[in-house]
């Protein structure tokens, strides 16, 4: 089992960062891949970055691209969502998920393990 704690949400101006952190407890954090994915409220969960396990890579959504980076400590058991030049189409509540393995994955049904979840609401 791993367990996953997202947090560093919170509300933004337009314009402004934040930085979530996806912290796991459980079983051996460096063997996992981790996603990031938010959820508007009536819209699916749609996916944000993944990193691979060795953290060497990375894989983005093209709607955050040059925007957002997906980072990892794995001797913190963290992986990290640095979110700047934030729209108010990304406020979302957040959630990272993890899988067991090497790949990196884009679809929900990929992950087996979820946080849950941090409110973001971008102001305008």
């Known amino acids: 089992q791993v367990q996953l704690v997202e947090s560093g949400g919170g509300l933004v101006q337009a314009g402004g960062s934040l930085r979530l952190s996806c912290t796991a407890s459980g079983r051996t954090f460096s063997s996992y891949g981790v996603g990031w994915f938010r959820q508007a409220p009536g819209k699916e969960r749609e996916f944000v970055a993944t990193i691979s396990w060795s953290g060497d890579t990375v894989d983005l959504a093209g709607s955050v691209k040059g925007r957002f980076t997906i980072s990892r400590d794995n001797d913190k058991n963290t992986v990290y969502l640095q979110m700047n030049t934030l729209k108010p189409e990304d406020t979302a509540v957040y959630y990272c998920?993890?899988?067991?393995?090497?790949?990196?994955?884009?679809?929900?049904?990929?992950?087996?393990?979820w946080g849950q979840g941090t409110q973001v609401t971008v102001s305008s």
């Open positions: 998920a993890a899988e067991h393995g090497s790949d990196l994955y884009r679809s929900t049904w990929q992950y087996t393990y």
